[in-house]
């Protein structure tokens, strides 16, 4: 056992740990996109506390207020207020905590769902590889949306644990294609073989081996998917069939600001602003995640 622990020690894990030295040296567009990220993530997990106003608070005679205004009691409104009066901030910061609790976690759930699902194809093939990869493709052939609309016009809308659960399926069959190429391509490298013949067991070596070396292809397909994800909420939302009121997000905000667009275009453009520097800050800092952790665009 202690040449296999030796072996392990000195084994070439996987890249994601040079980000961390990349940082400093990532381009201006990349930083600021960053920014963006964690002042974003910074108000999903501090919403409740910087708020300045109760998002579900209501003032008919301080509607429609435009950004910077002031009501009848003398109080800011940063952003204005909407049809009914409530702060445009505070409900854009508690948007912006479900959105991002939704698609984070719902993300993650389908990376760890798929990536599981490719780890068993490649460990036991034959007629479960190939069972698994008939399912991947049926789910590639299908837009996501259609089977999300069906499966909440059976078990009703109003489930936060069931919609973030459903959200998080889209995409999973990417990171089962990814985990199950990846994996085969280690095991064909011989390492694996050879880690086995030294006593390891199989659940050892591939979350002990295989895993940490196909990481960095699944951590840049979640930065991939993640704003699909941010996005496929938003789109239900809008459309009334994802997150419920008294709860909002930033979909739910979209939605209300769309017949006011001519005289208050706040309602619907700071939420759309949003969306748009979320997905697009994201995608940024996935194609240079692509880039660093890619071996093919490495310069030698």
Same mark, same amino acid.
């Not at 030294?198 to 960095?216: D, F, K, S």
């Not at 292809?217 to 997150?243: C, D, K, R």
């Given at each position: ?10 084994? !070439? ?13 990532? !381009? ?7 920014? *963006? ?65 939704? &698609? ?6 389908? &990376? ?47 489930? =936060? ?30 390492? &694996? ?18 895993? !940490?070396?196909?990481? &960095? ?48 275009? *706040? ?20 194609? *240079? ?8 665009? =490495?310069?030698?």
């Amino acid at each position: 056992m202690s040449t296999l622990e030796n072996i392990e020690e000195f084994e !070439p894990q996987s890249r994601t740990g040079a980000i961390l030295y990349t940082l400093l040296g990532a !381009p201006t567009l990349v930083k600021i996109a960053l920014g *963006w990220l964690l002042i974003v993530f910074f108000v999903a997990a501090t919403a409740q506390w910087i708020i300045p106003f109760d998002y579900q608070a209501t003032s008919l005679l301080s509607r429609l207020l435009p950004p910077g205004a002031t009501d009848l009691k003398g109080a800011l409104h940063i952003l204005g207020t909407d049809h009914l009066g409530r702060d445009v901030l505070s409900r854009v910061f508690v948007s912006i905590q479900i959105t991002m609790l939704v &698609a984070v976690f719902g993300t993650f759930f389908g &990376a760890f769902v798929g990536s599981a699902i490719g780890l068993v194809a490649a460990r036991f093939r034959g007629i479960v590889d190939d069972i698994i990869m008939v399912l991947v493709d049926f789910q590639a052939s299908l837009p996501f949306v259609i089977i999300a609309l069906s499966v909440i016009a059976v078990m009703g809308t109003g489930n =936060m644990l069931l919609f973030i659960l459903l959200v998080g399926l889209q995409g999973w069959e990417r990171y089962a294609r990814i985990a199950r190429g990846l994996t085969l391509s280690a095991i064909n490298h011989g390492y &694996a073989t050879s880690i086995r013949q030294l006593g390891a067991g199989t659940l050892r070596v591939y979350l002990r081996h295989i895993l !940490p070396n196909i990481l &960095a292809a699944l951590i840049v397909q979640v930065t991939i998917n993640f704003p699909e994800t941010v996005i496929l909420e938003a789109s239900m939302s809008f459309l009334g069939v994802g997150i419920q009121p008294p709860n909002t997000s930033l979909g739910n905000l979209l939605s209300y600001g769309r017949d006011y667009l001519l005289n208050a275009w *706040w309602m619907a453009g700071i939420p759309g602003f949003t969306i748009f520097f979320t997905t697009l800050s994201m995608s940024t800092v996935g194609d *240079w995640l692509r880039d660093e952790l890619d071996p093919t665009t =490495m310069s030698a």
